[in-house]
């Protein structure tokens, strides 16, 4: 089982959709989890932390339920601009550990 | 303004060659770190540097080979390349303290033919 599972997609929304992605971990050890963004050919970049009490940045809404050892990012209103692969990400403490990513692509 | 960056962008170069790939940071942090992305998109750990010291060293050949001349530098050395290499390579650096908060480089795109 691989420590960080994501469904890969791709997910094809219109604009001004909602769409949620879902991540599941392995390690019940994991102390802190995140949601970054890679472009197309590009770096990933941190999107946003996510806590037990679930967190909001704007459009964005990220949940952890340390129960399920699940994550998940909802964004709301979809602009073009959010077309992207979203990688979960959990750090076990020693190193952090990345899943394959869920490719986006949002519509006109 | 380029807060890590990392040369070259891309790399061709033939099986059996040595290369090396630069990364440097202006951010003052003191932990480097090496991923590989490879064809499926998965972004795994190869090295961490803290203050000139390995201190992550995931299961990869001894090949590949990190070298950290100061803290604002962590260089990637590959010796005998093989197919399999071919990925893109990405720098990234953050504070000991914070090691979940990590900035990337642009990556290093190695096509080995």
């Known amino acids: 089982r691989k420590e960080v599972e994501q469904d890969p997609g791709p997910f094809n929304v219109p604009e001004g959709a909602t769409v949620a992605f879902n991540c599941t971990y392995s390690?019940?050890?994991?102390?802190?989890f995140f949601w970054y963004r890679q472009d197309c050919r590009k770096e990933p970049k941190l999107l946003m932390s996510?806590?037990?009490s679930g967190n909001e940045d704007g459009r964005f809404t990220a949940q952890l339920n340390r129960a399920s050892q699940y994550i998940s990012l909802l964004i709301r209103d979809s602009k073009l601009s959010d077309s992207a692969t979203y990688l979960c990400?959990?750090?076990?403490?020693?190193?952090?550990?990345f899943g394959a990513g869920t490719r986006l692509t949002v519509k006109p | 303004d380029t807060a890590v960056s990392q040369t070259p962008k891309y790399l061709v170069t033939q099986m059996g060659n040595d290369k090396s790939i630069k990364c440097e940071q202006n951010?003052?942090?003191?932990?480097m770190y090496w991923y590989k992305q490879d064809s499926k998109k998965f972004l795994k750990i190869m090295f961490s540097?803290?203050?000139?010291?390995?201190?992550i060293n995931e299961t990869v050949p001894n090949r590949f080979s990190p070298k950290s001349p100061d803290k604002a530098h962590l260089n990637l050395h590959i010796n005998s390349l093989e197919l399999g290499d071919s990925a893109v390579y990405f720098c990234?650096?953050?504070?000991?303290?914070?090691?979940?908060?990590?900035?990337f480089g642009p990556g290093t795109r190695l096509t080995v033919l």
């Open positions: 951010l003052g942090h003191d932990t």
């Open positions: 990234a650096s953050s504070q000991a303290s914070r090691p979940d908060t990590q900035y």
């Open positions: 540097y803290n203050n000139k010291e390995l201190i």
């Open positions: 990400v959990v750090n076990n403490g020693n190193d952090m550990r």
């Open positions: 996510v806590y037990s």
């Open positions: 390690n019940s050890a994991s102390q802190s």
